[in-house]
């Protein structure tokens, strides 16, 4: 144990002498001792005292004193002592049903009733530690490896459950950069009966086209230039699991041709090879893009995109889902505080605004960063507006526009223009007013993305 601060024991017993000995047993493991004669004066202490164990005499009053405890519902283990002959096994067994902890037959051994005590409090702690557990699993958040409570979130979570129990359907998971997109796929696989192969995740921006193919197929040796030996491609290594193809939305024509035949036959060839090798893989494509749009300008084969879309799952910005900034912010809190041993603990209610007040365009992952910078620099336990980062802060200090910015993000609206007039020339100020952002454009005139490139382009803004 660790020491009289930690755990307490309540000592219930008529004969002093006995009750010293008794409160000596527990000092001796390290506990502080409260001592009372009476079962009444027992019943007060259990609400001044908050005991983690509480020692009684069956005869006087201790069966009451369990009753008490039990449907007070707490956390305390009860040990009772009884007179020989007092109990027989059956009447044992009864009363450890009843929520007795231990028995112990008088005269009290002393060294057992400090055992019994120190196992009860390692039960207790193995106790709370699985409450604590279970409630993490069965938030919905924690075990999908989401924070988030907003509605926006948990129709995310529900979507996520509802996909990872079809294994072999392909999913395609759209949301702006650090949204949490790959962590949703991630919760995807290991919510099905896939978790036990591999997770590959594949960035289909981060390679030039040359070796995407290589990359996703393999290749032999030989193949090419600098292929000295086989090698095995992303298709293969997920066999049996789920091929995560990371912002798909990048790839060019020609490789989503190559992707698209394997995606529907789970068959390919190496790059440079003749056998056709099969897989059992399911495919979870992410993408900030708006692949319809990119479908209707040509930039992305709409039979793959039909492929892809067979579930669809979109992840809101952070700034659509403010309630979830505290949620987020203590998790992150806790994480650095716990990686750097900094003191950080919480966040003062000022600094909290400041953040909630913030737009984030680079989402979760933008925040996890500014969290991070705020542990590590931080001067005190409690982080406040000056650890803020700059940047933060001077989002919240506004400048006044100049007369020349003013008048040219003012809308010239006439009576009797036509309405295509007025439309067009709501969207030209917005369009000046976030200073060219389209997205942010389509968010303050509460349009979709895909309505408002079709207006630009119709206006031929």
Not at 261 to 275: C, H, N, P, S
Request: proline share 5%.
């Amino acid at each position: 144990m660790n020491g009289a601060d930690r755990y307490a024991v309540l000592i219930v017993e008529e004969d002093a002498r006995e009750r010293g000995s008794f409160a000596a047993a527990a000092e001796k493991v390290g506990c502080r001792a409260v001592q009372t004669a009476g079962v009444e004066e027992a019943l007060n202490c259990l609400l001044d005292e908050a005991p983690h164990v509480v020692v009684a005499p069956m005869r006087s009053g201790g069966m009451r004193l369990l009753r008490a405890v039990r449907a007070a519902g707490e956390e305390t283990a009860v040990i009772l002592t009884v007179e020989p002959n007092q109990l027989d096994r059956d009447a044992a067994a009864r009363l450890m049903a009843d929520g007795a902890h231990d028995f112990l037959v008088k005269p009290v051994d002393t060294v057992k009733l400090g055992a019994s005590v120190q196992k009860a409090l390692r039960d207790l702690d193995i106790s709370r530690q699985n409450s604590a557990l279970r409630r993490q699993i069965e938030s919905p958040s924690a075990q999908l490896g989401f924070t988030g409570k907003s509605p926006r979130m948990q129709e995310v979570y529900r979507s996520v459950i509802r996909l990872a129990a079809s294994p072999g359907t392909t999913g395609l998971i759209m949301g702006e950069s650090g949204v949490g997109k790959e962590v949703a796929a991630r919760a995807v696989h290991t919510r099905s009966v896939r978790r036990k192969g591999p997770f590959v995740p594949f960035n289909c921006a981060a390679l030039p086209e040359a070796l995407i193919e290589s990359e996703l197929f393999g290749h032999e040796q030989g193949a090419f230039t600098g292929a000295e030996r086989r090698r095995r491609g992303r298709f293969e290594l997920a066999d049996g699991g789920t091929l995560l193809l990371d912002e798909i939305g990048e790839m060019s024509l020609a490789q989503q041709s190559k992707l698209l035949r394997a995606l529907e036959t789970r068959e390919f060839e190496r790059v440079g090879g003749e056998k056709m090798i099969r897989v059992d893989v399911r495919i979870i494509a992410t993408t900030n893009r708006d692949l319809e749009l990119e479908v209707e300008e040509g930039r992305f084969r709409g039979d793959l995109y039909h492929r892809l879309r067979v579930w669809t799952i979109r992840i809101p910005p952070l700034r659509e889902r403010v309630e979830d900034i505290p949620l987020l912010t203590r998790h992150f809190i806790d994480h650095f505080a716990e990686e750097t041993g900094a003191e950080a603990s919480g966040i003062k209610p000022e600094a909290m605004r400041a953040l909630e007040k913030y737009p984030w365009h680079g989402n979760v992952r933008e925040l996890k960063n500014c969290i991070e910078v705020m542990v590590v620099t931080a001067q005190g336990s409690v982080l406040g507006l000056p650890d803020l980062p700059e940047w933060i802060l001077q989002s919240g200090r506004p400048t006044p526009p100049s007369n020349a910015e003013a008048d040219e993000e003012r809308m010239h609206v006439a009576a009797g223009m036509p309405w295509s007039e007025i439309e067009k020339e709501a969207i030209r100020a917005t369009l000046e007013y976030t200073g060219g952002n389209k997205a942010e454009a389509a968010r303050v005139l509460e349009i979709s993305r895909r309505t408002l490139f079709r207006k630009i382009k119709t206006y031929g803004l």
